[in-house]
T-cell receptor
Framework: DAGVIQSPRHEVTEMGQEVTLRCKPI?????LFWYRQTMMRGLELLIY????????DSGMPEDRFSAKMPNASFSTLKIQPSEPRDSAVYFC??????????FGPGTRLTVL | AQSVAQPEDQVNVAEGNPLTVKCTYS??????LFWYVQYPNRGLQFLLK??????LVKGSYGFEAEFNKSQTSFHLKKPSALVSDSALYFC??????????????FGTGTRLQVTL
């Protein structure tokens, strides 16, 4: 299995632009998680899905952030408009049970 | 609310020596505890977990962790460190919630530096 796939690996954009991060979970995994990692706040859970349905989005910072999972093999995290404080590494993870999560390589986002 | 504390930002150890990375947790009820490792420019990788049963849990790459309920700790250990173990280590906690995923709360991470 290829593992969790994220794209792009790096994204540099200017403040105010829309950013879309993409994730393909491991086939057969029912859960998908989006995390954000920064030096200041560490690793934060933004949202997670179960069977393509958002279960908990309490970690989503504000209305500028949205996430979708149109099918079992694809999810997006969108930031519109982006701000410099959104600069971080964004991880997608998937899980087949309630315990072990498999992380993707991350997308490093820089907002200028 | 659940939380994890990793009191050491960095742990330095010589290759061949035993290592310990500390973790304490706070959660209502019985905890599920995890250790993950992150190598540079990579995502987190699962190392081991404690759900129930034996307090000493063995995981990948020779790592083990001991669950201590009275001290609310879950320290990561390895008898003999390798230079290749140098990485960022995260402790995480969750609690069992029927029918949903275990929502993990991560610690701030401890950087392990193993030198020759």
């Amino acid at each position: 299995d290829a593992g969790v796939i994220q794209s792009p690996r790096h994204e540099v954009t200017e403040m105010g632009q829309e950013v879309t991060l993409r994730c393909k979970p491991i086939s057969g995994h029912d859960y998908l998680f989006w995390y954000r990692q920064t030096m200041m706040r560490g690793l934060e859970l933004l949202i997670y899905f179960n069977n393509n349905v958002p279960i908990d989005d309490s970690g989503m910072p504000e209305d500028r952030f949205s996430a979708k999972m149109p099918n079992a093999s694809f999810s997006t995290l969108k930031i519109q408009p982006s701000e410099p404080r959104d600069s971080a590494v964004y991880f997608c993870a998937s899980s087949f049970n309630r315990y072990e999560q498999f992380f993707g390589p991350g997308t490093r986002l820089t907002v200028l | 609310a659940q939380s994890v504390a990793q009191p050491e930002d960095q742990v330095n150890v010589a290759e061949g020596n035993p290592l310990t990375v500390k973790c304490t947790y706070s959660v209502s009820g019985n905890p599920y505890l995890f250790w993950y490792v992150q190598y540079p420019n990579r995502g987190l990788q699962f190392l081991l977990k404690y759900i129930t049963g034996d307090n000493l849990v063995k995981g990948s790459y020779g790592f083990e962790a001991e669950f201590n309920k009275s001290q609310t700790s879950f320290h990561l250990k390895k008898p003999s460190a390798l230079v290749s173990d140098s990485a960022l280590y995260f402790c995480a906690v969750s609690r069992p919630v029927t029918g949903t995923a275990s929502k993990l709360t991560f610690g701030t991470g401890t950087r392990l530096q193993v030198t020759l």
